[in-house]
Structures are given as structure tokens and as C-alpha cells.
């Protein structure tokens, strides 16, 4: 059976392992299209995609724009003649011009277990919820914000020491094999997609850097799914004496106290219910150490209030 022509849209890391698993299997990727490079770095040299840089490695054509909202580059999508659109983490809208041009539309590899968690943050929303699981669905795209029919799903447990980076690395290795599984099936009529049900939907904001602030009147089960959902980005975080703090890991105590106050010399923090305490933190400025070393150098003593966020 000759395998179908292939355009891949993609940006980041998660996109990677998708893209690397259609070029091992022989699929003919005619383009791909991914984000324009943007500086990074101390020296804010424009950098290319990880995508942009998979498709170089294999003198792929890469397409850059910005939107694809024009009929020039509507035009140039079709000209490329493809069967299927493979789309993850783009994070450019599709025109309705754009889902219809491939023969057989357009596929997403979304990470969540849809309709849980439509949008752009479904993996650190899963973790700071308490979500037991997630994983990845295949889709069949349409206008809407990941509303369209499903054809694949599986699952992985988040488990108590699952962190937004560990979970994003699983579930884009987990979205390679299930795109090539959908592709397959979908070639020989094995398959049949499914409208998503009406119940269960729930919407994954975008994360912002203010979001990390730890609140202390919040109970201490939730600060820790905090600690695990914004790791690496934008981080669980507070301030004192002017400086901010990044706690990385931390554990729950069952001590009580007034929401803010350090309980010990171990940095325990009262919280609207049981007690934080912090395991690796990251002084402004500084690298990242264990408790153990971050209590040798820094002094945060008993009886210290910590600030809780201003009230906007």
C-alpha cells in the first residue's frame, strides 16, 4: 500500500517524537510548516524551531508564516498535494480553507484524554486538578477549539511524583505510535471516529507566570499539584524580603497553623489546610539545591509570615 502524502505542522519538543516516527516509517512528509524562529538566549539570536530543525536535518521544505489566514498561503498549502495534515502543538488556527485542503483532513495529536482538557494547557491542568490520568487522543480537526471527532485514545496515570516536564516527554512519545496506529487504521477503513460527548468538557487556560504564585490559604495538597504542574515553567514561587523563591519539589506535613507562617527550622509553611515543606527551592539568581543546602546559606527563621498574594 503506498503511503499517503504527508503534511506535518509543529513548534516544540512534544511535536518532535511524531515527526521523527512518520520520517522511520517511510511516510513522504511533502512539507512542514511550523512557527517563525524567535530570539532566545542571552544573546536573543533568532532560533529555529526543534521542528524547523528536524525538517532542515532531512532537507524537508519548511514553511514559516505567521498566519495562514491569506488566500497566497492557503493556495501554497494546497499546491502541496497532501492526503493528511498531522498537526501538534502548531500553535498557529487553521482556517476552515486550510482543514479542508488535504484529502482527508487534518489530524490532531492532542494531550489529554479529550473532551477533558480542550485548549492550550492540558498537561499542567491535568496535574494541578488531580486528575488520576490523561494521555493523548487522535483527532479529527474542524474550526472549533479541539472539538472535533476523536479516532484514537490512550491513556497513562499521573501518579504522585508526575511533574509537567516528565508527563509532557510521556505523552509526546506516547502520540507518536498513535498517529502511525490511526494513519494505518484509517487507510483500511478500520476505524471510525467519534463525536466528542457533551458532558465532561473543561477548558485548559494558558498558564501565565503570575499563576505560580503560591498561595498559603490554599490547602497544602493543592500547592504541591501546583509545584509538580508549573515545573519547569513558569514554577511554583513566593516571595520574602523582596527576593522570589522557586520551590521545584516539596512534600506534605500534616501540621497546622496560620496560613503563611514557617512552623520549624525546616522551612514547614502553614497552609489554608495542613503544611507545605518545601525539598528544592531556587533563590532568585541563583542555582537550585536542596533544602539541606538551601537552610545552610539562607534563613528563613521560625515564626517568619510569609507574604500571600495581593488580592486583584
Not at 515527526?19 to 536573543?44: E, F, K
Not at 504542574?229 to 523563591?245: H, K, L, V
Amino acid at each position: 500500500m503506498m503511503k499517503p502524502r504527508i503534511i506535518f505542522m509543529g513548534t516544540p519538543e512534544f511535536a518532535v517524537p511524531a515527526l521523527q516516527a512518520l520520517l522511520d516509517n517511510g511516510y513522504a512528509v511533502v512539507g512542514i510548516y511550523t512557527q517563525p524562529p524567535r530570539p532566545a538566549g542571552r544573546g536573543y539570536h533568532l532560533q529555529k524551531s526543534p521542528i524547523h530543525q528536524l525538517g532542515d536535518h532531512y532537507n524537508i521544505s519548511v514553511f514559516t508564516p505567521k498566519t495562514l489566514k491569506s488566500e497566497e498561503e492557503q493556495s501554497h498549502f494546497r499546491a502541496l498535494n497532501a492526503d493528511f495534515a498531522i498537526v501538534a502543538a502548531y500553535g498557529i488556527i487553521l482556517p476552515q480553507a486550510i482543514l479542508d485542503a488535504p484529502s482527508f483532513g487534518c489530524l490532531n495529536i492532542h494531550a489529554s484524554l479529550l473532551p477533558r482538557w480542550r485548549g492550550a494547557a492540558p498537561i499542567q491542568r491535568a496535574i494541578l486538578e488531580g486528575d488520576q490520568e490523561t494521555g493523548i487522543t487522535i483527532m479529527q480537526m474542524d474550526e472549533g477549539l479541539d472539538t472535533g471527532a476523536m479516532l484514537l485514545k490512550e491513556s497513562v496515570a499521573i501518579t504522585a511524583e508526575t511533574t509537567a516536564s516528565t508527563l509532557h516527554d510521556q505523552l509526546a512519545h506516547l502520540g507518536a505510535p498513535l498517529v502511525l496506529k490511526t494513519l494505518e487504521a484509517l487507510q483500511t477503513s478500520k476505524i471510525q471516529s467519534q463525536p466528542q460527548p457533551n458532558e465532561g468538557i473543561t477548558y485548559a487556560a494558558k498558564i501565565t507566570k503570575q499563576e505560580g504564585q503560591l498561595d498559603w490559604t490554599q490547602e497544602a495538597k493543592r500547592l504541591e499539584r501546583q509545584v509538580r504542574a508549573f515545573t519547569p515553567w513558569p514554577a511554583a514561587w513566593f516571595n520574602w524580603q523582596n527576593e522570589t523563591y522557586k520551590v521545584l519539589a516539596a512534600d506534605v506535613l500534616s501540621l497546622t497553623g496560620e496560613p503563611g507562617q514557617v512552623l520549624d527550622d525546616q522551612l514547614t509553611i502553614a497552609c489554608g489546610k495542613q503544611a507545605l515543606r518545601p525539598q528544592i527551592l531556587q533563590k532568585q539568581g541563583k542555582k537550585a539545591c536542596s533544602l539541606k543546602d538551601f537552610l545552610n546559606g539562607n534563613e528563613i527563621p521560625y515564626g517568619t509570615k510569609l507574604p500571600l498574594p495581593k488580592k486583584s
